[in-house]
């Protein structure tokens, strides 16, 4: 192929910048033309499409968000204007796209390759919820954007002896509460994968009571059944013990990548653009067991999600308390 695009889709997550970088530099190193799609699926079907150049994309890669920004486009959930962006693509004469973003994303470019566009899935989300791969772009950096406020949040519950409800994103993936929460010491870890009642909960914090805990710690993922507040008042009126619900919400989103998301993206964008090169039909690039991997897009999205449980028995097993 001789011209590409890449877009960012869906939510925002730290390592996308770094991501479109290597596209750029990849693509042109290699004679493509690439071309920056601003405002994902919604800038493509606006015909917002400009071409990048090497400088285009100098001193982000150390920046969280997205250079290209990003939507969430319902328009592109039909076929009519699917065909629409194919049509938009076919009038630049780019023959292929970089989608990074999560699973909608990838459905989304799924039903653009289709159309005879071939779509590299690069996955770029917090939640971790693309089970084809075992970290997705921004994960790490979420994850450790959780634990400096999981950090902080001890120091002001053990001094005022209360239990802290920590409320974190990842939709319907546990995977940010499960690992802030275990790298963070966490009591209890509410995951949707996992269920558990008021009861239970309550049963855990009072047994740390019990051993002389100053604070509980619950981390929750957003998925999880139970609202956060009503958790907190019940908490409170079962323990006999103040219980505080903390929603950090997007500031879980931002701030500069890790270095781990940083090489993800650069590996998996370099690898896209590769194979775009090389006239792929659409793929998802991902790791497993460290290794880089790419399959068929189609595949990729029916892999079935593996909760690891083993983490979290081990973290009921260190917080229970004795
Ligand atoms: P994140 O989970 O990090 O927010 P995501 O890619 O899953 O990322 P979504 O909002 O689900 O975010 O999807 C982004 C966009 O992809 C949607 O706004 C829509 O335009 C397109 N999309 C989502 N689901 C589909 C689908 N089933 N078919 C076609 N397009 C879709």
Same mark, same amino acid.
């Given at each position: 192929m001789k011209k590409i695009g890449? #877009?960012?889709s869906g939510g925002d997550a730290p390592g996308m910048n770094a991501a479109v970088r290597a596209a750029v530099r990849c693509g042109i190193e290699k004679g493509m033309e690439v071309y920056g799609i601003k405002r994902g699926y919604e800038g493509l079907l606006d015909g917002e499409i400009v071409n990048m150049e090497w400088h285009s994309v100098g001193d982000i890669l150390q920046r969280g968000g997205t250079i290209l920004r990003t939507a969430r486009s319902t328009r592109f959930m039909e076929d009519r204007w699917v065909e629409h962006g194919a049509r938009m693509l076919n009038a630049f004469g780019i023959e292929g796209i970089i989608v990074v973003g999560g699973d909608g994303s990838f459905r989304g470019g799924l039903d653009l390759s289709e159309k005879g566009i071939s779509v590299m899935g690069v996955p770029?989300?917090?939640d971790n919820d693309l089970a084809y791969t075992d970290y997705t772009i921004g994960f790490d950096t979420a994850v450790n954007t959780i634990l400096g #406020?999981?950090?902080n949040i001890r120091d002001t519950s053990s001094s005022h002896e209360r239990s802290t409800i920590m409320e974190v994103m990842g939709r319907n993936c546990g995977d940010l509460a499960l690992y802030s929460g275990l790298s963070g010491g966490a009591d209890v870890i509410l995951v949707p994968e996992v269920e558990c009642d008021i009861n239970e909960i309550c049963r855990k914090v009072l047994q740390g009571q019990a051993t002389g805990k100053a604070h509980s710690l619950i981390v929750k993922a957003e998925g999880? !059944?139970?609202?956060s507040n009503e958790m907190a008042r019940t908490l409170e009126e079962m323990t006999g013990r103040e219980a505080r619900a903390v929603v950090p919400g997007y500031i879980q989103r931002g701030g500069s990548p890790t270095e781990k998301d940083r090489r993800l993206a650069t590996v998996t964008a370099a !690898?896209?653009?590769e194979l775009l090169y090389?006239? &792929? &039909? &659409? !793929?998802a690039i991902g790791v497993s067991r460290g290794e880089l991997i790419e399959m068929d897009l189609a595949d990729a999205l029916k892999v079935e999600p593996v909760f690891r449980s083993d983490l979290y028995e081990l973290t009921n097993v260190l917080g229970k308390g004795r």
């Amino acid at each position: 192929m001789k011209k590409i695009g890449i #877009l960012t889709s869906g939510g925002d997550a730290p390592g996308m910048n770094a991501a479109v970088r290597a596209a750029v530099r990849c693509g042109i190193e290699k004679g493509m033309e690439v071309y920056g799609i601003k405002r994902g699926y919604e800038g493509l079907l606006d015909g917002e499409i400009v071409n990048m150049e090497w400088h285009s994309v100098g001193d982000i890669l150390q920046r969280g968000g997205t250079i290209l920004r990003t939507a969430r486009s319902t328009r592109f959930m039909e076929d009519r204007w699917v065909e629409h962006g194919a049509r938009m693509l076919n009038a630049f004469g780019i023959e292929g796209i970089i989608v990074v973003g999560g699973d909608g994303s990838f459905r989304g470019g799924l039903d653009l390759s289709e159309k005879g566009i071939s779509v590299m899935g690069v996955p770029g989300t917090i939640d971790n919820d693309l089970a084809y791969t075992d970290y997705t772009i921004g994960f790490d950096t979420a994850v450790n954007t959780i634990l400096g #406020l999981i950090t902080n949040i001890r120091d002001t519950s053990s001094s005022h002896e209360r239990s802290t409800i920590m409320e974190v994103m990842g939709r319907n993936c546990g995977d940010l509460a499960l690992y802030s929460g275990l790298s963070g010491g966490a009591d209890v870890i509410l995951v949707p994968e996992v269920e558990c009642d008021i009861n239970e909960i309550c049963r855990k914090v009072l047994q740390g009571q019990a051993t002389g805990k100053a604070h509980s710690l619950i981390v929750k993922a957003e998925g999880f !059944k139970m609202d956060s507040n009503e958790m907190a008042r019940t908490l409170e009126e079962m323990t006999g013990r103040e219980a505080r619900a903390v929603v950090p919400g997007y500031i879980q989103r931002g701030g500069s990548p890790t270095e781990k998301d940083r090489r993800l993206a650069t590996v998996t964008a370099a !690898k896209a653009v590769e194979l775009l090169y090389n006239d &792929s &039909s &659409s !793929k998802a690039i991902g790791v497993s067991r460290g290794e880089l991997i790419e399959m068929d897009l189609a595949d990729a999205l029916k892999v079935e999600p593996v909760f690891r449980s083993d983490l979290y028995e081990l973290t009921n097993v260190l917080g229970k308390g004795r």
